[in-house]
């Protein structure tokens, strides 16, 4: 259990570092905030609302989903992304989908094309064509998985942060078919292609979810 927790903040820390790295790199190679300029959307669920069962992760305990709120089985796909405004030089995107309350990675996709300025829904299934992806916090493989909180422990809402950063560059992640890359490995190479200024812009969409009843 501590080790499990230091490595939860290690990535917590990781994933703030690239985030500065990434707000800085903006506004230098664009001189403005981003706020009319590099920004995602999704017409799957708005900004700072609930995400819908779709979404959600399916884990059976006793016949029912502990991952939804009503026990309901989820459709653990991901979500339709959208995003405009990219610097033109742009070469590749990355998406990840990060739950800041539990410290927690549930999808990372690289080396998505620059030309590409959507992915639909469930785009993130296994050995998806609109990119490589990284093996989740989950590990049960390079894929999506949906959100699932404990239920009643606190803090109850969870906060599952999209993010999607444009990159001058293409990224090469370490990997082989017995230790394939994680979502560590893709923090690690942000924070690298931050550093030397490939990080051109980032934007950022947030879903939340509980299940527990009427978390105060």
């Given at each position: 259990?501590?080790?499990?927790?230091?490595?939860?903040?290690?990535?917590?820390?990781?994933?703030?570092?690239?985030?500065?790295?990434?707000?800085?790199?903006?506004?230098?190679?664009?001189?403005?905030?981003?706020?009319?300029?590099?920004?995602?959307?999704?017409?799957?669920?708005?900004?700072?609302?609930?995400?819908?069962?779709?979404?959600?992760?399916?884990?059976?305990?006793?016949?029912?989903?502990?991952?939804?709120?009503?026990?309901?089985?989820?459709?653990?796909?991901?979500?339709?992304?959208?995003?405009?405004?990219?610097?033109?030089?742009?070469?590749?995107?990355?998406?990840?989908?990060?739950?800041?309350?539990?410290?927690?990675?549930?999808?990372?996709?690289?080396?998505?094309?620059?030309?590409?300025?959507?992915?639909?829904?469930?785009?993130?299934?296994?050995?998806?064509?609109?990119?490589?992806?990284?093996?989740?916090?989950?590990?049960?493989?390079?894929?999506?998985?949906?959100?699932?909180?404990?239920?009643?422990?606190?803090?109850?809402?969870?906060?599952?942060?999209?993010?999607?950063?444009?990159?001058?560059?293409?990224?090469?992640?370490?990997g082989s078919a017995n230790f394939p890359a994680n979502a560590e490995?893709?923090?690690?190479?942000?924070?690298?292609?931050?550093?030397?200024?490939?990080?051109?812009?980032?934007?950022?969409?947030?879903?939340?979810?509980?299940?527990?009843?009427?978390?105060?």
């Amino acid at each position: 259990m501590n080790s499990n927790k230091r490595r939860f903040r290690q990535v917590a820390i990781i994933a703030l570092g690239i985030s500065v790295l990434a707000a800085n790199a903006f506004a230098r190679d664009d001189g403005t905030d981003g706020d009319n300029c590099f920004r995602v959307t999704s017409t799957t669920f708005a900004n700072d609302t609930i995400m819908p069962l779709e979404t959600i992760h399916t884990v059976i305990s006793n016949n029912v989903n502990v991952c939804s709120i009503d026990g309901s089985q989820g459709g653990n796909r991901s979500p339709e992304l959208s995003w405009s405004g990219a610097p033109p030089e742009t070469k590749t995107f990355v998406v990840t989908a990060f739950d800041v309350t539990a410290a927690f990675t549930h999808w990372g996709m690289y080396n998505i094309p620059g030309n590409v300025t959507t992915l639909p829904e469930n785009a993130g299934v296994p050995g998806s064509q609109y990119g490589q992806q990284v093996v989740n916090d989950f590990f049960n493989g390079a894929e999506y998985d949906g959100p699932c909180p404990p239920a009643n422990v606190a803090p109850f809402v969870h906060q599952y942060v999209f993010t999607v950063y444009a990159l001058r560059t293409r990224l090469e992640l370490p990997g082989s078919a017995n230790f394939p890359a994680n979502a560590e490995t893709l923090y690690q190479a942000l924070i690298k292609a931050g550093e030397k200024h490939h990080i051109l812009a980032s934007a950022s969409l947030t879903g939340l979810y509980t299940t527990t009843v009427s978390p105060k």
